[in-house]
């Protein structure tokens, strides 16, 4: 279950399965690349040609989609989608329920606060502080 318009029922889904003691394992490509020394919650999968360096530390119940990039000590909060050829450099931080479209950059040290849709393309250049919705380079919030 992808995050078409919101994320919610994804996580009921999550949550569900672990009031049942699921098991719930890290699905991870073949042809994607994890530092040994990245962390990666249970229920994530990560897609084919991502990439997660060295001290990223992503959540659980994630989506790092194809060709996504999650770099030195990045991170990505519970619940998240990183979308096709998307970029959370070093050291920035994608909070929770949050989603970053296709070829979307977020700069290095940059924060986003949780529940926020970065839209496809979009270049944050500085900390987002406010939920909402965020389109264009920079960075605007829209909605």
Not at 16 to 45: E, F, M, N
Not at 60 to 88: F, L, M, P, R, Y
Request: glycine fraction near 10%; include cysteine.
């Amino acid at each position: 279950i992808g995050f078409v318009k919101d994320v919610k029922r994804r996580i009921e889904i999550y949550q569900q399965l672990k009031t049942l003691r699921a098991g719930l394992p890290v699905i991870c490509s073949p042809y994607a690349v994890v530092s040994k020394h990245a962390s990666v919650g249970d229920g994530t999968i990560i897609m084919h040609q991502a990439v997660i360096n060295a001290q990223a530390v992503v959540g659980c119940n994630v989506i790092v989609n194809t060709s996504a990039v999650v770099e030195h000590g990045a991170q990505v909060g519970d619940h998240c989608h990183v979308s096709t050829g998307a970029i959370v450099n070093g050291e920035a931080m994608l909070g929770s329920e949050s989603f970053i479209g296709s070829k979307a950059v977020i700069h290095q040290n940059c924060r986003v606060v949780s529940q926020t849709i970065i839209g496809a393309g979009a270049v944050v250049h500085k900390d987002i502080k406010e939920k909402g919705c965020y389109v264009g380079v920079p960075a605007v919030r829209i909605s």
